[in-house]
């Protein structure tokens, strides 16, 4: 099942629309920065790259965008999170995804489901507290819920009156938040890498990093595998050997 999958989720991005053959044989090769990797992570970096008004910016993919660890990600998203920089970052992409989709014609599949938070302790229950007074600063709408609601919300819980209440842990509360929910990591990555290309940037499937060196003056001198099968290093493995220069390498394969 994981195998058809996979084989789906790399058929997508490679008919998606995605430049699936590397141009680094006929383009220049210096880029003022190249991002490794073309799953969630690095397509994100290359956008926003694109974004600022970067368009000399080439992203390396040594197989097909989401072959490595984007196309079997869970895709759920929420803002709940300890750290106040982490929930506005979570939040702004979560309102990113409408930008993204409307900007390249591809669809993140995301469906807004809402999520509930459980409090089963008091030290939980005051930190959710804490956490829903620092949504209303970061205009994250989420709102505290009763025991009673929580059940009510999640059928699964332990509903009062049952047996399986008096068993369970019992729940001081929750913390609802409204816009978490699902997509698919497949969608969001393709769209994240046609609106890169259309704002300018370069996207280089087959294109696999073998090796990387400073160049004594700040910048990197990169040797790139063109047309790999994208398995291993060498001539056994295909493709040609490139060198690409860069001022900047932001590493994101398997992140």
Request: aromatic residues 6%.
């Amino acid at each position: 099942v994981l195998v058809v999958a996979r084989a789906a989720a790399a058929t997508r991005a490679a008919s998606s629309g995605v430049a699936a053959r590397s141009t680094l044989r006929t383009a220049p090769h210096r880029y003022k920065a190249v991002v490794v990797g073309g799953g969630v992570v690095g397509t994100s970096v290359l956008y926003h790259l694109a974004k600022l008004g970067w368009t000399d910016v080439a992203l390396l993919e040594r197989k097909v965008l989401t072959a490595g660890s984007s196309w079997h990600a869970a895709g759920n998203f929420h803002a709940l999170n300890g750290d106040p920089t982490m929930s506005a970052m979570q939040k702004y992409t979560m309102e990113l995804y409408d930008d993204i989709e409307r900007e390249s014609g591809q669809s993140c599949g995301v469906h807004y489901t809402g999520g509930v938070n459980i409090a089963s302790t008091a030290e939980r229950w005051r930190w959710m507290r804490a956490e829903w007074a620092r949504h209303r600063t970061l205009g994250i709408e989420s709102r505290l819920l009763t025991p009673a609601e929580c059940a009510e919300l999640v059928p699964i819980l332990p509903q009062p009156g049952d047996a399986a209440a008096a068993a369970a842990p019992p729940i001081l509360g929750g913390l609802f938040d409204p816009a978490e929910g699902t997509l698919d990591c497949s969608g969001v990555v393709t769209a994240y890498a046609k609106s890169a290309q259309r704002r300018g940037a370069h996207v280089e499937q087959h294109a696999m990093l073998e090796s990387m060196a400073p160049t004594g003056d700040g910048a990197w001198a990169l040797r790139v595998r063109v047309g790999s099968d994208g398995t291993g290093v060498g001539d056994a493995h295909g493709g040609a050997l490139v060198d690409v220069h860069a001022e900047h390498v932001v590493n994101a394969g398997g992140l």
